[in-house]
C-alpha cells in the first residue's frame, strides 16, 4: 500500500502510517482527536497521545523522504488533535 502524489510514491505497506494517512486524506479540513484516532487506527482506548504523535511524526518524514514534502506540511498537529489542510493552515 502506498500514498501517491503528484507522480510520487511513497510505499507504507500495511502499517499504522497508513492506516492513519487514509484517515486524514479522506477527511480532508477536519479536526481529529487523538483519542479518536487510537480508537480508529489501534482499536483500542489505552493508546498513548504520545504514540499518535508518533505515528504522526513518522508518517510526515517517510511523505517528506519520498519528495512529498508539501503533502507533509498539509498535515497539521495542534494540541491533541490533527488534520488534512490541503488548502492551507487552518483559521
Known amino acids: 500500500m502506498a ?12 502499517s499504522y502510517s497508513y492506516d492513519l494517512a487514509e484517515r486524514l486524506f479522506r477527511n480532508p479540513h477536519r479536526w481529529l482527536p487523538f483519542n479518536r484516532l487510537a480508537e480508529d487506527i489501534w482499536n483500542e482506548q489505552n493508546v498513548q497521545d504520545g504514540a499518535v504523535a508518533a505515528a ?8 517528506g ?27
Open 3 to 14: 500514498v501517491l502524489w503528484r507522480g510520487e510514491r511513497c510505499l507504507l505497506r500495511y
Open 65 to 91: 523522504e519520498h519528495g512529498m514534502g508539501a503533502l507533509a506540511t498539509m498535515i497539521v498537529v495542534s494540541g491533541y488533535r490533527c488534520g488534512y489542510f490541503p488548502d492551507g493552515q487552518p483559521v
Open 56 to 63: 504522526i511524526k513518522r508518517l510526515r518524514r517517510k511523505l
